[in-house]
């Protein structure tokens, strides 16, 4: 279906969650008006002005539910904000390490992927009494209580780079919850496309925290995961009637996970001034996990396009929407 959004004219899509979109719109070189769309109700949450130096926003559930949190991944310092509704600006946080690379909520908690393979655990209702008791400025003085899980790495992963075969290849890593579970999924990719993704394989890692490792997991089940730099989510494929199980569904990503969609606006076309052939590297694809057969997995696409946006579509709108089996 083609839904048309005239509340999104002139903004840019910065990620989902559930059936709601991040759309932001940037006011100037420092400034970003941010708000919560829900395209199929209509409904509209306006956000306090953040500076253009976060690179994702993450979410603790729906607007409607109690102690909604929405935080924000500094795209340079290991620092994030927050904001629940009613508050009139964001609290800000400061950790010591890089930037984080991906957060995600799951269980309560929110967790950050941290320098390595450490993850960062951070319990909402922490966040939630910090505020309330008028905490302005986190920063040292804050009461939130973070934890700092030192997870043992997977063995056959070396820091950033693989070498096989004699040539390197990287990792974009994401944070996925899962039926309750933690993943760590691994995104292995070759540069050697002139800073341009190309995908050769992923793997997949579940959070022990008894023992703090990682460990990998050979098989989804009935799991199928849609896997992006702005959101990423896990379904049942017998729930959504797919027959597709045990599958990672990609698209597009930028090498760098702090990169912007607006921030990158005077990058595209530029392969195309340069007479570069824009449509064949392997950026969106199916790719199932145990494929030792080596099939293919992966579809060229237009490098020049930012990556898409994964979101739900509500039952009660696909009910109304999706015909009759049998009817015309």
């Known amino acids: 279906w083609e839904l048309e959004l005239s ?12 059936d709601w979109l991040i759309m932001v719109k940037k006011i100037d070189n420092f400034h970003l008006e941010v708000n919560l769309l829900n395209p199929f109700s209509g409904r509209q949450i306006s956000l306090p002005l953040i500076w253009n130096f976060y690179h994702k926003m993450v979410h603790s559930g729906l607007p409607s539910e109690n102690n909604f949190i929405c935080m924000l991944l500094h795209s340079q310092y290991c ?22 690379e991906d957060a995600v909520f799951c269980n309560g908690s929110f ?5 390595g393979f ?12 910090s505020i309330s008791k008028g905490d302005d400025d986190f920063g040292t003085q804050s009461k939130i ?21 004699h040539h390197d290849y990287q990792i974009l890593r994401y944070l996925v919850e899962s039926c309750g579970e933690l993943l760590l999924v691994c995104r292995y990719f070759s540069t050697k496309q002139d800073a ?9 890692y579940s959070l022990d925290f008894c023992q703090l490792s990682w460990k990998k997991v050979e098989d989804l089940g009935d799991q199928m995961i849609f896997l992006g730099k702005c959101s990423s989510t896990s379904f ?6 797919a027959g597709i199980r045990n599958s990672i569904f990609f698209c597009n990503d930028p090498i760098v996970p702090w990169w912007n969609e607006w921030d990158s606006d005077h990058l595209k076309g530029i392969l195309t001034r340069f007479g570069a052939n824009r449509t064949d590297v392997s950026n969106w694809g199916i790719f ?6 080596g099939e293919p997995f992966c579809f060229h696409g237009d490098i020049d396009h930012w990556t898409y946006t994964w979101f739900t579509a509500p039952s009660w709108w696909c009910y109304r929407n999706i015909p009759p089996e049998g009817s015309s």
Not at 79 to 84: M, N, S
Not at 118 to 129: A, L, M, P, T
Not at 150 to 165: C, F, K
Not at 236 to 241: D, V
Request: proline content about 3%; overall charge negative.
């Open 79 to 100: 620092e994030l904000a927050f904001w629940v509704p009613g508050a009139n600006s964001w609290r800000k946080h400061k950790l010591t390490g890089e930037p984080f």
């Open 288 to 293: 199932r996990l145990g494929n030792e057969d």
């Open 196 to 204: 341009v993704l190309e995908t050769l394989k992923f793997e997949v």
């Open 7 to 18: 509340e999104a004219y002139g903004k840019y899509c910065w990620g989902s969650f559930c």
């Open 118 to 129: 450490n993850i960062w655990q951070i319990d909402v209702r922490s966040i939630y009494s």
């Open 236 to 241: 049942s494929a017998m729930e959504l009637g």
């Open 145 to 165: 209580e973070t934890q700092f899980l030192e997870v043992q790495r997977p063995e056959i992963l070396q820091e950033g780079i693989i070498l096989h075969n």
């Open 111 to 115: 967790y950050l992927l941290a320098d």
